[in-house]
């Protein structure tokens, strides 16, 4: 199983961007779905998260401004950020909680390998 997270680049503040996540591999299910992000120096904040069924959950300083989707038929997860601040300058990651089967049923948590969001001032 693979999660690709891609999307990113540069990008004037006040503008937008779409991040997508994309579940490869012998997948029977994906449960929660999240994004994060991480700047030098400082732990990973989670800023999303969505259930298999729809249900959201935002950070404060990104409610309203970036819309967390999925679309199960694809195994793909979105991130729409909006209104881009410097501050949300940022390697994005993206998680899920996955049912796969290799030679047995296993469920674990994977990692995307980030991608880089930038915003100027």
């Known amino acids: 199983v693979q999660l690709q997270a891609s999307g990113g680049g540069l990008v004037q503040a006040g503008g937008s961007l779409r991040l997508s996540c994309s579940a490869s591999g012998s997948i029977l299910s994906i449960n929660d779905m999240g994004w994060y992000r991480q700047t030098p120096g400082k732990q990973r904040e989670l800023l999303a998260t969505?259930?298999?069924?729809?249900?959201?959950n935002y950070e404060d300083s990104v409610k309203g401004r970036f819309t967390i989707a999925r679309d199960n038929a694809k195994n793909t997860m979105y991130l729409q950020m909006n209104s881009l601040k410097p501050e949300d300058t940022a390697v994005y990651y993206c998680?899920?909680?996955?049912?796969?089967?290799?030679?047995?049923?296993?469920?674990?948590?994977?990692w995307g390998q980030g991608t880089q969001v930038t915003v100027s001032s």
């Open positions: 969505i259930t298999r069924g729809g249900d959201t």
């Open positions: 998680n899920a909680d996955i049912l796969s089967v290799r030679g047995k049923l296993e469920r674990k948590t994977y």
